[in-house]
């Protein structure tokens, strides 16, 4: 697959619905830094209207994951990613456009190298922020992911 905003996108929608249905969109990538948007709604809100929390989550989640799917597809190795624990905080109501972004090549190089280099299973924590339209940090998500190598039967 390449990771285009729109592939990736298209990719919600037939394997992660609940993502789509609430409006969680990709809208850049790079090889650092992915970029994940979703606008308060009447699909995502909760009864203080404002934006559920676990969508806000998942908005989170997918700006970190899309920099490990693709590392892995640089690494061209058979790896599997799951994200073993979280932590979240939330410093402002969720309401109009938020942006979640996560920077973290250095982490993930790090760890993926330690992966390939042992063939022992790594750990790393990536964080995502999200932020309104008026530049104030919502939330901010910490997502600890486990890689490990799949053997080949």
């Known amino acids: 697959m390449l990771f285009t905003p729109a592939r990736l ?3 919600t929608f037939f394997k992660l619905p609940s993502v789509w249905w609430c409006g969680v969109r990709v809208t850049q990538i790079k090889p650092n830094y992915c970029e994940v948007r979703v606008t ?5 809100q909760n009864p203080f209207r404002s934006m559920f929390w ?23 190795k058979n790896i599997s990613m799951l994200v073993l ?6 410093s402002k109501k969720a309401k109009g456009k938020l942006v979640f972004n996560c920077t ?8 993926f190298k330690k992966l390939i280099d042992s063939n ?6 990536l964080t995502s ?18 890689l490990s190598l799949k053997n080949k039967i």
Request: charged residues 20%.
């Open 40 to 44: 308060h709604r009447w699909i995502n």
């Open 104 to 111: 973290a090549e250095e982490k993930i190089n790090t760890a």
């Open 120 to 125: 022992t299973p790594q750990t790393l924590w």
């Open 129 to 146: 922020k999200g932020v309104d339209e008026n530049q104030d940090t919502v939330s901010t998500f910490e997502f600890e992911w486990t």
């Open 54 to 76: 676990a969508v806000q989550g998942m908005a989170a989640e997918l700006s970190t994951g899309i920099l490990i799917m693709q590392a892995i597809k640089k690494h061209k």
């Open 85 to 90: 624990n979280n932590r979240a905080n939330f």
């Open 9 to 11: 996108n298209l990719y």
